[in-house]
């Protein structure tokens, strides 16, 4: 593997767990918070597992549309992401496209966290 794959390899799973823990700690924030497994293992499974939970149940929160489709949005970015990362990972060969798709998808899950987290730091 090249020098340039494993530098990519290291920054996308960076990339990853930083948007989740941003992910993670923006559904604190909400009226009934979400809390999402943390620690110092993650488990890609049960990571995703949770955020696809997340989907699931945000219509329940008693939350404005534009607060709940923020978090959608962010959650089936970061699992999109995380989905393409995994396939990425085990490539035989790594693509860089495949990166850069990868690295846009998240970049849209930070958007949205970003968002998220002002609309629950104005209602605070």
């Not at 989740?20 to 809390?35: G, H, N, Q, R, S």
């Not at 008693?62 to 959608?72: F, G, K, L, T």
């Amino acid at each position: 593997m090249s020098d340039e794959t494993d530098e990519m390899r290291a920054f996308l799973t960076e990339a990853i767990v930083t948007t989740y823990v941003a992910l993670a700690e923006a559904l604190t924030k909400l009226p009934v918070p979400i809390t999402l497994p943390r620690g110092p293992v993650f488990q890609s499974k049960e990571l995703t597992s949770a955020v696809s939970r997340v989907v699931e149940i945000i219509k329940d929160q008693p939350i404005d549309m534009e607060i709940q489709a923020h978090v959608w949005g962010a959650s089936l970015y970061w699992n999109a992401a995380a989905r393409l990362l995994g396939v990425w990972l085990h490539a035989e060969e790594p693509s860089k496209v495949a990166a850069v798709e990868i690295e846009l998808v998240l970049n849209d899950a930070a958007d949205a966290i970003l968002h998220l987290t002002e609309l629950l730091d104005r209602q605070e």
